[in-house]
């Protein structure tokens, strides 16, 4: 198991908990998406995922190299892309493949700028960079597609995907759940402290003019229902499905909305 946390608690200083009995294991190639509200603790989980920071309680437990790219990738530095990855690699004792992540990532400006003159996006590209150095058995990515250009979001999904194909496991940050559940294996919410499955995407549907009730309906969540219409919420992978339903029900579908 490449990273397990069990019963993990977080508080920083006096203040209150961040983080309350967040359990989590993470499998040999799993892709791992946790979605919350800005503040709800998930820099502070992968931190802790990483290694980076201690559990107030609970135990944080991790087998093998870890790859981290933190929320904020430091971009005052006047070491070139080039000269930094190649210490991070010394240090790391690991291959130095900075020059091919970085045309595979396509720098702008070159490795030779200094990393405090790149853009964001660029220099998110550096952090991504030395995350994947020495190919980590665990790749923690917080808000990786921050910033990044759609080119660049195609590049870093199949990053992605080449990882968790080499039995490599991945966690990352997003807020939004769209881009998480196209991502990854298994979608998780983290709000009031603790995890959750998030739900995928879901649509919703007005009805009218039928009978039947629609609680005991997979996937389905009524809405409202008054005045002899029903808006109901549903998985979008079982809107067609549910839709038919409606058609044999006797309803007429007055609206499908994203
Ligand atoms: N080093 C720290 N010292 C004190 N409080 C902190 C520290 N790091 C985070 N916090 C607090 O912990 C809470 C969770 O912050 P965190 O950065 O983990 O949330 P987040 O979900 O990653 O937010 P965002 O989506 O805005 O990046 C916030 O209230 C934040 O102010």
């Known amino acids: 198991m490449p990273a397990r946390l069990a019963g993990v608690g977080k508080r920083y200083g006096g203040g209150g908990p961040v983080l309350t009995g967040v359990d989590l294991e993470v499998g040999t190639g799993e892709v791992v998406g946790i979605v919350g509200r800005n503040g709800s603790g998930k820099s502070t989980l992968l931190r802790i995922l990483a290694g980076l920071s201690r559990p107030s309680a609970g135990t944080a437990t991790r087998s093998g190299r870890v790859g981290y790219l933190p929320d904020r990738f430091p971009g005052a530095s006047r070491m070139s892309a080039r000269a930094y990855l190649k210490h991070m690699a010394r240090i790391s004792c690991v291959d130095d493949r900075a020059a091919e992540l970085l045309e595979r990532l396509e720098l702008a400006g070159g490795p030779d700028t200094p990393i405090g003159r790149l853009s964001k996006g660029n220099a998110q590209k550096v952090g991504l960079a030395q995350a994947l150095l020495g190919d980590p058995e665990l790749l923690v990515l917080d808000e990786p597609w921050s910033g990044l250009d759609t080119v660049s979001h195609g590049v870093l999904g199949e990053i992605i995907a080449e990882t968790r194909d080499r039995g490599a496991s991945v966690v990352f940050?997003?807020?939004?759940?769209?881009?998480?559940?196209?991502?990854?294996?298994?979608?998780?919410?983290?709000?009031?402290?603790?995890?959750?499955?998030?739900?995928?995407?879901?649509?919703?549907?007005?009805?009218?003019?039928?009978?039947?009730?629609?609680?005991?309906?997979?996937?389905?969540?009524?809405?409202?229902?008054?005045?002899?219409?029903?808006?109901?919420?549903?998985d979008a992978d079982r809107s067609d499905a549910v839709l038919l339903t409606a058609l044999r029900r006797g309803w007429s579908v007055r609206e499908v909305r994203e």
Request: net charge neutral; proline share 5%; no cysteine.
């Open 173 to 234: 940050t997003d807020h939004r759940p769209d881009l998480a559940h196209r991502q990854a294996s298994r979608v998780l919410e983290l709000s009031g402290g603790s995890l959750r499955p998030a739900h995928g995407h879901r649509r919703r549907i007005r009805l009218t003019g039928g009978t039947g009730d629609w609680a005991a309906e997979p996937g389905v969540h009524v809405e409202n229902a008054e005045n002899g219409h029903v808006d109901l919420s549903v």
